[in-house]
């Protein structure tokens, strides 16, 4: 019988996944993140390891830093999105409609078996964090329309929901809104580490990337 309370001790506990254009192009590495993704990385990372800790000789998160490419970067994704408790996706319209590997790290996590570490556990929530990063006008697409998009309550000023539901969370960091910033991060943080609590999502590791999805389109 599996133990839903025991983690892999090397295991992140949060994967960011966000776009870069050029991620599966064939010539040359990918870039790495821009700031924006690596700002919020860190903060996440050290209000997590606040929260929750971090892995054994590890960070609580992994990032995916794009450098060298090849079969060594893409088995360390595929370690990653495999082991990881909590995927966190940085939605955007790129992420949904131009990106084929972030519907692939969807993908590896989403066909993995989430179980309730004890008791009930609440129905609706899944270990998949959709965040607005910047906003679109075009409908989800079904995969992720079927997911429940993270939405910060309980902030200190009601307004503050509505201006991350306009702007996406980049927007109200690159406008110096820092003050709603640092309060949306510290709820993401904490939605990480309510997830974490109440569930255990099972290691399962893919071979490679044959018979992942490559786009959020249905039947692809």
């Known amino acids: ?46 209000l997590v390891n606040e929260l929750i800790g ?20 893409q088995k ?7 082991t990881c408790q909590v995927m966190v996706c940085l939605v955007s ?20 078996r989430v179980l309730p570490r004890g008791g009930p556990a609440p129905g609706g929530e899944s270990a998949i964090v959709p965040v607005l990063w ?13 997911v429940r998009m993270f939405t910060p309550t309980g ?17 109200v960091a690159r406008t110096g809104q820092t003050a709603i910033y640092d309060a949306i991060v510290w709820k993401l943080a904490m939605h990480i580490q309510r997830i974490h609590g109440r569930y255990r999502v099972e290691p399962a590791v893919p071979d490679g990337v044959a018979g992942l999805r490559t786009s959020f389109r249905e039947g692809t």
């Open 1 to 46: 019988m599996t133990d839903a309370t025991v983690d892999d001790p090397g295991a992140p506990v949060f994967f960011l996944s966000y776009s870069r254009p050029d991620r599966t192009r064939s010539v040359g590495p990918p870039r790495e993140p821009n700031r924006n993704v690596i700002r919020l990385f860190d903060d996440l990372s050290e």
């Open 155 to 171: 902030l200190p000023d009601e307004d503050w929901t509505a201006r991350y539901l306009t702007d996406g969370l980049l927007g």
């Open 54 to 73: 971090s892995p054994v000789g590890g960070e609580p998160g992994f990032l995916d830093l794009g450098r060298g490419g090849g079969d060594l970067w």
């Open 93 to 112: 319209y790129p992420y949904l409609f131009h990106s084929t590997w972030c519907p692939l790290e969807w993908d590896v996590f989403a066909r993995r």
């Open 134 to 146: 910047t906003p679109f006008e075009q409908a989800l697409p079904p995969p992720v329309a079927a």
């Open 76 to 82: 360390t994704v595929l370690q990653a999105a495999g």
